[in-house]
């Protein structure tokens, strides 16, 4: 029985079969160590999904994200869209529905669990057919449509299955290949009894389906029979152990196998791509493949996920080994292709460049050992420009040009060559027995890593660090004229010269500048437009591409090199591209909240940030516009849209995307920030009732003021006059006071005009007194004259003598009398004063000077001043005091 799986219509497609695929590998730590990948689908919009050990993985190409669903593995899935998913896992199956917040809510149909628990039934596989869910099993098929599940047995033991031409294929351990029909196991054909086939898929070539088995390789029916495919691939694929399998564009079949890694094949059974480790993968194990609609190949394998771009035009030649290293530049020759690297000039050939060996093969060529700068044909000439010089490549054999080291780049011009060095631009000469060094060239020194010849006579010169000279070289190749142009002159880094549709052109890593004859200066300014490689992979620079054939172009990169193929198809249409919005949320004072469309969003957050995506595309633009304002945010890379404090009320915003050019479809998602509390209706009652109730406030406020103003106004009259009276009273004893005073010095005036009366009268009575002595002289001389009567003389000198002897005490009577108490306090401190030093502390006191103590005491001042330095002593009195105000203390 022949079996036929469909066919193809149209011419097909053809991918590059040199070099390695665009790789991009994903550790188990970027996507949360989720273990194993078991199956991988995608949604129409392109979201990655994969079943995988602990949940459903989702890749947008940014984030990932996992969600977890039944307690077992999840084994396999089959993705109706990127919010409808069906997988099977251990001892389960069910359904993933994505909620408004765009996560992924499990719901298990599996309702034979207990019924079934001795099978430990395993779903290894979904599929999704003519409408009808199939979750397959080991034991049984469950078909799930309508919500109902209905189980059918199978006839022994199922090994496997696939799809096929809208069918469902089985392989049973003793019935061999079946088909599903009317949900009946029907047979196609019976294994060979002595092989235990387990096929994983199968495609067609001319007419003949070839199916692919996990341990014996290729095999067909051929006259009923199950027969196997004679050919190396199918030996190398019994030999490599398949586990999954994958056909890209219904042409070329993708084999995951346990032991080398990826295969891809044509039809015919050509191998196109061994990839393994050794070309990147992470891992030589694949377990499960899937091709995209966007044309990349996903394969999970037992440790990390990659993607393949199967049908970029650009491949890659990695050195993981530590082969040939870092590729700077190459030459293709008669079928030789030369590769320049920092290691030395390798050798290969041109076909055994095709990815369908485990590793490429390059050999390096003896003496070239060293940096490789560039490499040139000329004349049908190799020469090899190398850290160790110029050289020329005989026989495969490298012959050295003159002694001069470190040469970057050689050009001809006219019979020369001019080699562009370390430190100027050396001259050789061409003659009959090949090539000689001629001198070095003058006026232009430095590193001179690249040389351009524009016209017959003009040389550019590029010297890093420098800048570009522009030289008009004369017939025996001086410069005649220089023009300079600094490199500070030129906006971004690693600038080099480039002749680009007929005109020198200077490249930076961000700026293309046109050089004009019109105005000798650069004056074109454009933007670098580079999409081909990101800058982290390309070498920068004067590392340029090297045209190889009219369709292969090879591109140095690190590690290894690229190759661009101008006529590998371009798989994806951009049309088809669809923005979406990937997430919601709100965010202010250091709290977050997920949201969902149409959400209303609280007045407290105030701030918005929406993520949005054109699933697993790069080099993609964004751009959005908020509430249809024809105001269209810059062309962005970044895919997160932050709204800073939008005012409250309904809004709409809208994204767009552009992908290689072409603007998506533009998408709108709507919510409403809430309106905040303090502008709500409820809030402006409140502030109505609050305003009369501080009104009637201010009121009642206004009069409990005045009449706190009254009573204070009150007590402040009554401080007032309080104030005034004692003000008064104050004014009324200073008066008594001066009064007092006045009466004080008119008493001490007059105590001082007595003092000095008393003081006269005691003066009389001295007189007195020695008026009474003459006259008792006078007596005496009578007495002694016997002429007067003695009694008479005798009553006379008793009276006389009486009238002596009593001693006038008026002054001490009257100083008593004023000064009693003052002169008692002075015997009772100073016991030791006599009369004369009481009568000094008296004139003292009083307050009479030392001229007026002399005139009543009759004696001279000086004897004043004297007795009062004696008085001081016996008093105790410092010289610095003062004895007045030290006697009025007594």
Request: aromatic share 12%.
């Amino acid at each position: 029985m022949l079996l036929i799986l469909g066919t193809l219509s149209g011419k097909a497609q053809r991918i590059p079969e040199k070099g390695m695929p665009l790789l991009q590998n994903f550790t188990p730590a970027e996507y949360q160590n989720k273990g194993k990948i078991w199956a991988i689908g995608s949604a129409p919009n392109g979201i990655i999904y994969m079943a995988a050990d602990k949940g459903l993985l989702e890749y947008d190409g940014k984030t990932w994200k996992c969600f977890k669903g039944s307690e077992g593995f999840t084994r396999s899935l089959a993705v109706i869209n990127d919010s409808l998913i069906y997988t099977g896992s251990d001892l389960d199956f069910g359904v993933w529905h994505r909620n408004k917040y765009h996560d992924f809510e499990y719901t298990s149909l599996y309702s034979f669990k207990e019924e079934l628990a001795p099978l430990n039934e395993e779903f290894w596989h979904v599929y999704r057919l003519s409408g009808n869910i199939f979750f397959i099993s080991a034991h049984n098929l469950y078909v799930y449509k309508d919500n109902r599940i209905t189980k059918i047995a199978a006839p022994n033991r199922i090994t496997g299955s696939f799809t096929a031409n809208d069918s469902l294929y089985f392989t049973d351990k003793k019935k061999g290949l079946l088909v599903l029909s009317n949900l009946l196991l029907k047979p196609v054909c019976e294994f060979p009894e002595e092989d235990a086939i387990e096929i994983v898929g199968a495609y067609q070539h001319n007419g003949n389906t070839v199916f692919v088995t996990k341990n014996s390789g290729l095999y067909t029916i051929l006259a009923g029979k199950f027969s196997p495919v004679r050919n190396q691939l199918s030996q190398d694929l019994k030999a490599a152990k398949v586990f999954s399998f994958e056909q890209i564009n219904k042409t070329y079949p993708a084999f995951g196998t346990v032991l080398k890694g990826l295969f891809i094949s044509n039809t015919e059974g050509k191998l196109i791509h061994n990839i393994n480790k050794y070309k990147g993968l992470p891992n030589n194990t694949i377990l499960s493949l899937y091709y995209s609609p966007s044309g990349k190949l996903w394969a999970g394998m037992d440790y990390g996920v990659s993607s393949l771009d199967i049908n970029s035009n650009l491949t890659f030649f990695y050195d993981y080994r530590g082969d040939f290293g870092t590729g700077y530049t190459a030459l293709l020759k008669e079928n030789t292709f030369y590769l320049g690297t920092n290691q030395g000039l390798y050798l290969s050939g041109w076909e055994d460049l095709n990815n369908n060996t485990a590793f490429h093969h390059f050999t390096l060529l003896p003496g070239s050992e060293g940096q490789v700068w560039a490499l040139k044909n000329i004349a049908g000439t190799v020469f090899i420009a190398h850290d160790n010089g110029l050289f020329l490549l005989k026989d495969n054999k490298l012959e050295r040009l003159g002694n001069q080291s470190g040469i970057w780049t050689v050009i001809p011009y006219k019979n020369y060559l001019l080699a562009g060095s370390y430190n100027g631009i050396s001259i050789f000469k061409k003659s009959n027995n090949g090539w000689e060094y001629l001198r070095e060239m003058e006026l232009i020194l430095g590193s001179c890593n690249q040389l351009i010849i524009d016209s017959d006579s003009v040389l550019w010169v590029n010297i890093p660090n420098y800048g570009i000279i522009k030289a008009v070289l004369n017939d025996t190749l001086y410069p005649v004229e220089r023009q300079i142009f600094r490199e500070r002159s030129f906006e971004g880094s690693d600038l080099y010269l480039q002749y680009h549709n007929n005109q020198i052109q200077a490249v930076t890593d961000k700026y293309r500048y046109a050089y004009s004859h019109e105005v000798n200066q650069f004056a074109n300014k454009s933007p670098i437009d580079n999409n081909e490689l990101p800058p982290s992979i390309l070498l920068p620079g004067i590392h340029e591409p090297v045209l190889l054939t009219p369709d292969a172009e090879f591109l140095p990169i690190y590690n290894g090199f690229a190759l661009k193929f101008s006529g590998a198809p371009k798989v994806g249409n951009s049309d088809n591209d669809q923005l979406i919005f990937r997430a919601i949320t709100a965010h202010g004072y250091g709290n977050e909240s997920r949201l969902y469309a149409g959400a209303l969003v609280p007045f407290r957050y105030g701030n918005i940030k929406i993520d949005c995506i054109v699933p697993n595309k790069e080099g993609v633009l964004y751009q959005y516009m908020l509430d249809d304002n024809d105001n269209w945010s810059n062309w962005s890379v970044n895919n997160t849209i932050e709204l800073i404090s939008p005012n409250s009320g309904g809004h709409v915003l809208s994204a767009r995307a552009m992908v290689k050019g072409k603007v998506t479809k533009t998408e709108t998602i709507a919510f409403r920030v809430a309106t905040p509390h303090y502008r709500s209706w409820y809030a402006f009652v409140l502030y109505l009732i609050v305003f009369a109730a501080l009104t009637g406030l201010a009121v009642l406020w206004q009069k409990r003021l005045m009449k706190k103003q009254e009573r204070q106004l009150l007590m402040k009259q009554q401080q007032t006059l309080r104030e005034q009276a004692e003000i008064h009273q104050q004014q009324l004893m200073l008066l008594e006071q001066e009064r007092l005073q006045a009466e004080y010095e008119q008493l001490k005036k007059q105590l001082k005009s007595k003092t000095i009366e008393l003081t006269n009268k005691a003066k009389e009575n001295d007189d007195k007194n020695k008026l009474l002595l003459t006259l008792k002289e006078k007596c005496e001389a009578a007495r002694l004259n016997p002429a007067i009567t003695k009694t008479a003389l005798s009553d006379m000198q008793k009276l006389l003598e009486s009238f002596l002897t009593i001693e006038d005490k008026t002054f001490e009577i009257q100083m008593d009398e004023l000064h009693q108490e003052f002169f008692r306090k002075l015997n009772d401190l100073y016991p030791n004063l006599s009369s004369n030093d009481l009568r000094l502390c008296a004139y003292l006191k009083i307050g009479l000077n030392s001229k007026e103590i002399a005139e009543i005491l009759n004696i001279l001042p000086s004897s004043v001043y004297i007795s009062r330095s004696r008085l001081r002593k016996k008093l105790n009195v410092h010289t610095d005091d003062d004895l007045y105000h030290y006697l009025n203390s007594i």
